[in-house]
Protein backbone atom coordinates (compact mmCIF):
# COMPACT_ATOMS: atom_id res chain seq x y z
CA UNK A 1 0.00 0.00 0.00
CA UNK A 2 1.72 3.37 -1.17
CA UNK A 3 1.25 6.72 0.56
CA UNK A 4 -2.04 7.37 -1.30
CA UNK A 5 -3.72 4.51 -0.52
CA UNK A 6 -3.84 4.66 2.92
CA UNK A 7 -4.48 8.28 2.66
CA UNK A 8 -7.93 7.29 0.35
CA UNK A 9 -8.45 4.47 3.11
CA UNK A 10 -8.72 6.43 6.02
CA UNK A 11 -10.35 9.78 4.69
CA UNK A 12 -13.70 11.30 6.15
CA UNK A 13 -16.06 12.62 4.02
CA UNK A 14 -16.52 15.66 6.90
CA UNK A 15 -13.96 18.62 5.81
CA UNK A 16 -11.96 19.94 8.78
CA UNK A 17 -9.94 22.95 9.05
CA UNK A 18 -7.09 23.07 11.09
CA UNK A 19 -6.69 26.90 12.52
CA UNK A 20 -3.20 26.81 13.46
CA UNK A 21 -1.08 29.95 12.55
CA UNK A 22 1.92 29.66 10.23
CA UNK A 23 5.43 30.99 11.63
CA UNK A 24 6.89 32.76 8.74
CA UNK A 25 10.59 32.87 8.13
CA UNK A 26 13.38 34.11 5.94
CA UNK A 27 14.69 30.98 4.90
CA UNK A 28 18.23 31.30 3.16
CA UNK A 29 18.63 28.14 1.31
CA UNK A 30 22.26 26.94 0.78
CA UNK A 31 23.51 24.77 -2.32
CA UNK A 32 26.50 22.89 -1.89
CA UNK A 33 29.24 24.31 -4.61
CA UNK A 34 30.00 21.03 -6.18
CA UNK A 35 26.13 20.70 -6.10
CA UNK A 36 25.42 24.16 -8.08
CA UNK A 37 28.49 23.15 -11.02
CA UNK A 38 26.85 19.79 -11.77
CA UNK A 39 22.46 20.92 -11.90
CA UNK A 40 21.26 23.13 -14.14
CA UNK A 41 20.86 26.86 -13.15
CA UNK A 42 16.84 26.56 -14.33
CA UNK A 43 16.64 23.78 -11.55
CA UNK A 44 18.56 25.72 -8.97
CA UNK A 45 16.89 29.30 -9.78
CA UNK A 46 13.80 28.46 -7.34
CA UNK A 47 15.61 26.59 -4.20
CA UNK A 48 18.85 28.96 -4.21
CA UNK A 49 18.97 31.83 -2.54
CA UNK A 50 16.29 33.52 0.20
CA UNK A 51 12.61 32.35 0.32
CA UNK A 52 9.71 33.62 2.66
CA UNK A 53 8.35 30.07 4.10
CA UNK A 54 6.05 29.37 6.84
CA UNK A 55 6.25 26.50 9.31
CA UNK A 56 3.75 24.91 11.57
CA UNK A 57 5.95 24.82 14.85
CA UNK A 58 9.00 26.78 15.60
CA UNK A 59 11.94 25.10 13.63
CA UNK A 60 15.11 23.46 15.44
CA UNK A 61 18.73 23.55 14.85
CA UNK A 62 19.32 20.27 12.76
CA UNK A 63 15.76 19.57 11.77
CA UNK A 64 15.05 18.36 8.64
CA UNK A 65 11.92 19.80 6.45
CA UNK A 66 10.96 19.36 2.51
CA UNK A 67 10.95 22.28 -0.30
CA UNK A 68 10.46 22.27 -4.06
CA UNK A 69 11.16 18.44 -3.87
CA UNK A 70 14.36 18.92 -1.82
CA UNK A 71 15.19 18.12 1.52
CA UNK A 72 16.96 21.01 3.98
CA UNK A 73 18.26 20.76 7.06
CA UNK A 74 18.56 23.55 9.08
CA UNK A 75 22.16 24.48 10.01
CA UNK A 76 22.24 27.44 12.55
CA UNK A 77 19.85 28.63 15.65
CA UNK A 78 17.16 30.78 13.97
CA UNK A 79 18.32 34.41 14.41
CA UNK A 80 14.93 36.24 15.77
CA UNK A 81 13.93 40.51 15.87
CA UNK A 82 11.44 40.34 18.71
CA UNK A 83 8.96 43.15 18.95
CA UNK A 84 6.72 44.41 22.09
CA UNK A 85 3.02 43.65 22.05
CA UNK A 86 0.27 44.92 20.03
CA UNK A 87 3.45 47.12 18.30
CA UNK A 88 2.67 48.82 15.12
CA UNK A 89 6.23 49.34 13.79
CA UNK A 90 7.92 47.14 11.53
CA UNK A 91 8.15 43.68 12.62
CA UNK A 92 10.87 41.71 11.02
CA UNK A 93 10.67 37.64 10.09
CA UNK A 94 13.42 34.95 11.67
CA UNK A 95 16.43 34.23 9.54
CA UNK A 96 17.05 30.50 9.20
CA UNK A 97 20.12 29.35 7.51
CA UNK A 98 19.44 25.69 5.66
CA UNK A 99 21.39 23.21 3.67
CA UNK A 100 20.71 21.37 1.00
CA UNK A 101 20.22 17.67 1.71
CA UNK A 102 18.83 15.51 -0.69
CA UNK A 103 16.69 15.43 -4.07
CA UNK A 104 13.69 13.10 -4.42
CA UNK A 105 11.38 12.65 -7.97
CA UNK A 106 7.84 12.46 -5.47
CA UNK A 107 6.48 13.20 -2.56
CA UNK A 108 6.23 9.24 -1.17
CA UNK A 109 9.90 9.66 -1.50
CA UNK A 110 10.51 12.28 0.87
CA UNK A 111 7.68 11.39 3.30
CA UNK A 112 9.91 7.88 3.47
CA UNK A 113 13.18 9.62 3.45
CA UNK A 114 11.94 12.46 6.38
CA UNK A 115 11.04 9.58 8.12
CA UNK A 116 14.07 7.91 8.40
CA UNK A 117 15.93 11.19 9.05
CA UNK A 118 13.79 11.69 12.06
CA UNK A 119 14.21 8.12 13.34
CA UNK A 120 17.69 8.60 13.83
CA UNK A 121 17.44 11.74 15.60
CA UNK A 122 15.63 10.42 18.28
Given at each position: ???????????????????Q?????????????????????????????????????????????P????????????????????????????????????????????????????????
Amino acid sequence: MDFQELIDSVRQSKPYKIRQPRLWSLCVLIVPDDLKEKTPAIELSGVSGQYLLGFNFPPKLGEHFPYEGHIWRIIAEPIQFPTRYKSRGVKKSPILFAQYVESHEDDDQILRRLLELSANSI
